[in-house]
């Protein structure tokens, strides 16, 4: 089947601790991104990516950083910068980045702080 | 700047009812694009549906209905006779489309529904 795998589900950090949130997809789409969800909130977008090697802040950037290796892959790290980075992390993916692509969601990781 | 505002932070219903999620949106382009999301208690956004700003032709997928109306900036979801499997968290999105990669994705809040048997 394809689709998105984001592992892990459930992550704890400690705190001045970077860590980083894996995101898969089989769908050979080009455009990846990271959204963040914070409880009764939208979705705030973090970091995306239209191509291989390429990728552009969003609206909250600050704290996080993504790599974009290979088409299948976007990892992101919350590094210790991020001094609330207690949330519910998406990934998703788009065939292109436009404004009219529909998204595909992984199942999330949950990031708490120790 | 876009807003997408989802007044209804959480709707209680019993099964069989019928109910109303309210989107309201605002922008300043002529070519947008609207959409529902809908994330069940599993945690992943699942597309239910798309509209662009040229079409207000309401749309009906099984129990599901959309009525978009430009005149009140407005694109509101209906479920009938919901069923507890419907109970999750939908999300209206509202997407300003200035051609190739130019735009900006904006989510609303969402809702939260409940469907008790």
């Known amino acids: 089947d394809g689709g998105i795998t984001q592992s892990p589900k459930y992550l704890f950090r400690k705190e001045g601790q970077n860590v980083t949130l894996s995101c898969e997809q089989n769908l050979n789409h080009d455009a990846m991104y990271w959204y963040r969800q914070d409880p009764g909130q939208g979705l705030r977008l973090i970091y995306y990516?239209?191509?291989?090697?390429?990728?552009q802040k969003g609206d909250i950037a600050e704290g996080y950083s993504v790599s974009r290796e290979k088409k299948e892959s976007f990892p992101l790290t919350v590094t210790s910068a991020q001094k609330n980075p207690t949330a519910f992390y998406l990934c998703a993916s788009s065939r292109q980045d436009r404004g009219y692509e529909k998204l595909f969601f992984g199942s999330g990781t949950q990031l708490s702080v120790l | 700047a876009q807003k997408v505002t989802q007044a209804q932070t959480e709707i209680s219903v019993v099964e069989k009812e019928d109910v109303t999620l309210d989107c309201v949106y605002e922008?300043?382009?002529?070519?947008?694009?609207l959409f529902w999301y809908k994330q069940p208690p599993s945690g992943e956004l699942v597309f239910l549906i798309r509209r662009n700003s040229f079409d207000e032709q309401n749309e009906i997928s099984g129990r599901y209905s959309w009525n978009f109306q430009k005149s009140t900036s407005s694109f509101n979801f209906t479920i009938t006779a919901s069923q507890v499997v419907d109970s999750a968290v939908y999300f209206c999105a509202l997407s300003e489309d200035r051609g190739g990669s130019n735009y900006k994705l904006t989510f609303g809040k969402g809702t939260l529904l409940t469907v008790n048997p």
């Open positions: 922008t300043r382009d002529t070519t947008y694009y």
């Open positions: 990516s239209q191509i291989v090697n390429d990728f």
